[in-house]
């Protein structure tokens, strides 16, 4: 009765407030939870939120008098968490995904020439039919699409597919003839063409024909993107690869108040230092950040263009792609770091990430001071060289999720005694390294509590293997957690910002559908975001039509 009273009054005070401006706002009765820096569940019962959108003090059990407060905001004991942080994710990448050909989870060639007949009549207009998302490997007979299967469907204009990690297109005769390639094409260093496949640096052949989005074009990305992410109750990203149009189009949004995910921006290569010739400071509220540089050591497993120390045990002529020589990849790391960014470099076998290790090494005894050098993906390192990560400051920048999808291909392609230092996150934690989280959006979902759910389960949606994948690698909650939150913060220089709810930080939180401390790993996976909030202000909230019935697990 008197909990029922209290809980009326409380209602009735956020309605008689609500109308107020700026003003301090208590989040109360809810069951918080984050994650310290050394992985602990800490958890506290209300948030309350100064004016500024920052957090003004973080309480266990409160039993605020009302009027103290201007707005109170009961949470009913719903559970909230602080935003997620993707450390690793492709912004503009995944907006444009959604509006373009979705070829995720096609189960056949056959299904990958339906979409495109149907997304080809549907979009009469496009000059060119751009789809991302094919992966050979879930399909029956695992061949790889030709130029040939495409031409049967669409040949009245380009068309390019791009395959789910990103590493290879396959395209129709049309795009080669408007990308000029023809059979005496030389083959560039660094890349493969084969019946219409264009492998790694290959690409680029193709990316040079395509036109360029209009401004408008990627404004319309970045908004889909922000959309999905905050969705998914992902408030921060560390937006890899940047192109001088994707800044320009973060800065109009800023500029428009159209913000709400924070984005520490890594550009792409050195194509940005005559317009951005040092990290900026800070910008629109700490909205965005212009802090590294992300360069590429080489390729991916999936189309062996990883660059391992002994050959592929599925092509045993090859040991993949070496992108650039020792003294390129110091040279261009130098380059970056002598302008103060951070450097941030794609590396995914275990020669890439032992070079790359090297490189650092020795910009770590050139330059002193804080400087958070990182790996993205650390996919298969040699377990000889994981414990050269702490001493010298080296992050590594990894994405659950890849081991969930990755695990029979990387067997195949290494086997399975190779792959004591594959995706190995307790290791890395174990020497002492700093880790973050992230997705590798739009390669892998977005959504973060699959993440977190293989994370501590090394399993997959469905529960495979039983026991999980390599199992001495799984984390604790609190420790996959924090990967998703402070760990991927500080990875971008932003853990006095953002990352955890303190006292003087953002107050950007979301509250979900159930409580992860005490579910299994799939409902984990399961979670639903219910509302998202970014400096105090509910930015996004679920329809309650949208919400499945798993809610309340
Ligand atoms: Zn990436």
């Given at each position: 009765m008197r909990s029922a009273m209290h809980k009326a009054l409380l209602a009735l005070g956020a309605l008689l407030v609500s109308s107020t401006a700026s003003a301090e706002t208590l989040i109360s009765n809810v069951n918080g939870i984050q994650a310290t820096a050394d992985g602990k569940i800490e958890h506290f019962g209300s948030l309350l939120i100064g004016d500024d959108g920052r957090v003004k003090q973080v309480m266990k059990n409160p039993t605020p008098r009302l009027s103290r407060f201007d707005r109170i905001i009961n949470g009913e004991g719903r559970t909230l968490l602080p935003g997620l942080i993707d450390a690793h994710g492709h912004v503009l990448g995944l907006g444009f995904g959604a509006l373009q050909l979705d070829l995720v989870g096609t189960s056949s060639l056959d299904d990958l020439k339906q979409r495109l007949r149907a997304y080809a009549s549907a979009h009469p207009d496009a000059r060119w039919i751009i789809g991302r998302g094919w992966n050979q490997e879930l399909w029956p007979n695992k061949r790889f699409p030709t130029e040939t299967d495409l031409d049967s469907v669409v040949n009245d204009r380009p068309v390019v597919l791009e395959r789910v990690d990103g590493h290879a297109y396959v395209v129709n005769s049309a795009a080669m003839k408007a990308a000029g390639v023809t059979g005496e094409t030389p083959t560039p260093a660094g890349g493969r063409i084969e019946n219409g496949l264009f492998v790694d640096n290959a690409k680029n052949l193709i990316d040079k024909a395509i036109p360029t989005a209009t401004p408008a074009e990627l404004d319309e990305a970045l908004a889909k993107a922000q959309d999905i992410l905050l969705s998914y109750g992902v408030t921060g990203v560390g937006s890899m690869s940047t192109a001088l149009g994707d800044w320009q189009a973060m800065k109009r949004a800023g500029d428009a108040g159209g913000l709400n995910v924070r984005l520490m921006v890594y550009a792409d290569e050195l194509k940005l230092l005559a317009e951005v010739p040092h990290p900026t400071d800070w910008l629109y509220g700490d909205r965005l950040r212009m802090v590294g540089i992300k360069y590429y050591a080489d390729g991916a497993l999936g189309s062996r263009g990883a660059w391992l120390k002994q050959p592929y045990a599925d092509q045993p002529d090859t040991r993949g792609?070496?992108?650039?020589?020792?003294?390129?990849?110091?040279?261009?790391?130098?380059?970056?770091?002598?302008?103060?960014?951070?450097?941030?470099?794609h590396a995914i076998g275990d020669a890439a990430n032992a070079q790359v290790i090297s490189v650092y090494e020795q910009l770590h005894a050139k330059y002193?001071?804080?400087?958070?050098?990182?790996?993205?993906?650390?996919?298969?390192?040699?377990?000889?060289?994981?414990?050269?990560?702490?001493?010298?400051?080296?992050i590594a920048s990894m994405q659950p999720t890849h081991q969930t999808s990755d695990r029979l291909m990387a067997e195949k392609r290494m086997g399975l005694d190779r792959l004591c230092g594959a995706y190995a996150w307790q290791t890395v934690?174990?020497?002492?390294?700093?880790?973050?989280?992230?997705?590798?959006?739009?390669?892998?979902?977005?959504?973060?509590?699959?993440?977190?759910?293989?994370?501590?389960?090394?399993?997959?949606?469905?529960?495979?293997?039983?026991?999980?994948?390599?199992?001495?690698?799984?984390?604790?909650?609190?420790?996959?957690?924090?990967?998703?939150?402070g760990g991927a913060a500080y990875a971008g220089f932003a853990e006095q910002k953002i990352g955890t709810l303190e006292p003087g930080k953002w107050a950007d939180f979301i509250i979900i559908d159930r409580n992860p401390t005490k579910v299994d790993a799939q409902s984990l996976a399961r979670t639903e975001v219910l509302e998202t909030w970014v400096a105090g202000k509910k930015v996004w909230s679920r329809a309650p039509s949208a919400s499945r019935p798993e809610r309340g697990q």
């Open positions: 792609l070496q992108f650039h020589s020792d003294a390129e990849m110091l040279g261009l790391a130098d380059k970056a770091a002598a302008a103060g960014f951070q450097v941030a470099t002193p001071g804080d400087r958070r050098w990182r790996i993205e993906h650390f996919q298969i390192a040699d377990p000889a060289d994981i414990p050269r990560l702490a001493p010298a400051g080296i934690l174990k020497t002492g390294a700093k880790l973050a989280f992230g997705s590798d959006f739009p390669v892998e979902s977005a959504n973060p509590f699959p993440g977190l759910s293989a994370a501590v389960s090394r399993q997959d949606m469905s529960g495979q293997p039983p026991g999980g994948w390599i199992p001495a690698q799984r984390l604790t909650l609190g420790e996959a957690l924090h990967a998703f939150t």
